[in-house]
């Protein structure tokens, strides 16, 4: 380090270091303020089942999701970030639509959609102003009554060497009552 006439020292290295961890910092995670994904329309629609048992597990499906941005990007992550007392996610897994499309509802544990088919890996990459046909499903335990849905759909996604966070409106109502035969 270098002596300056006041008698202080200056810090060329602690000012480049800090330099560039604040560049890396802004590179490697942002406020949180994505906007490149979309619901696609899916958003907003409410989504129900009547029928569950406590005890019991569920696949709620979440929104498929599209890019409308100019750029390529890859989702790392899906969560629901609201989960009302009496349920519990126990897991998340990424779902093929296939040839019929997104299926949209909740599926007891063991059914399967004819459509839906578990895809290897956890992130799903988007082209630039294109849609997905892999989209995030949880695993819904029915832990007790339940009086408030499951919303707020929240996903990391990185674009470039930034990551993201963004959330889309997902609304999910799940309640006890009478089950329904399972087929499957």
Same mark, same amino acid.
């Given at each position: 380090?270098?002596?300056?006439?006041?008698?202080?020292?200056?810090?060329?290295?602690?000012?480049? $270091?800090?330099? =560039?961890?604040?560049? &890396?910092? *802004?590179?490697?995670?942002?406020?949180?303020?994505?906007? %490149?994904?979309? #619901?696609?329309?899916?958003?907003?629609?409410?989504?129900?089942?009547?029928?569950?048992?406590?005890?019991?597990?569920?696949?709620?499906?979440?929104?498929?999701?599209?890019?409308?941005?100019?750029?390529?990007?890859?989702?790392?992550? $899906?969560?629901? =970030?609201?989960?009302? &007392?009496? *349920?519990?996610?126990?897991?998340?897994?990424?779902?093929? %639509?296939?040839? #019929?499309?997104?299926?949209?509802?909740?599926?007891?544990?063991?059914?399967?959609?004819?459509?839906?088919?578990?895809?290897?890996?956890?992130?799903?990459?988007?082209?630039?102003?294109?849609?997905?046909?892999?989209?995030?499903?949880?695993?819904?335990?029915?832990?007790?009554?339940?009086?408030?849905?499951?919303?707020?759909?929240?996903?990391?996604?990185?674009?470039?060497?930034?990551?993201?966070?963004?959330?889309?409106?997902?609304?999910?109502?799940?309640?006890?009552?009478?089950?329904?035969?399972?087929?499957?």
């Amino acid at each position: 380090m270098s002596s300056s006439k006041s008698g202080r020292r200056s810090r060329p290295f602690a000012a480049a $270091a800090f330099l =560039a961890l604040s560049a &890396a910092v *802004l590179t490697s995670c942002s406020d949180g303020g994505g906007t %490149a994904l979309d #619901g696609a329309g899916q958003g907003s629609n409410l989504v129900g089942y009547e029928h569950t048992q406590v005890g019991k597990e569920y696949w709620v499906t979440m929104p498929e999701m599209s890019n409308h941005s100019g750029k390529p990007l890859t989702v790392l992550s $899906a969560e629901i =970030a609201h989960v009302p &007392a009496g *349920l519990r996610v126990t897991g998340y897994r990424v779902v093929s %639509a296939g040839a #019929g499309g997104h299926v949209i509802g909740v599926i007891p544990v063991g059914v399967t959609a004819d459509n839906a088919r578990p895809h290897k890996g956890s992130s799903i990459q988007i082209k630039a102003h294109d849609s997905s046909d892999l989209y995030y499903e949880a695993r819904v335990k029915v832990t007790g009554a339940v009086h408030s849905d499951l919303t707020n759909c929240r996903y990391e996604y990185r674009q470039g060497s930034t990551t993201y966070h963004e959330d889309i409106g997902c609304d999910t109502r799940i309640r006890l009552g009478e089950a329904l035969p399972v087929e499957g």
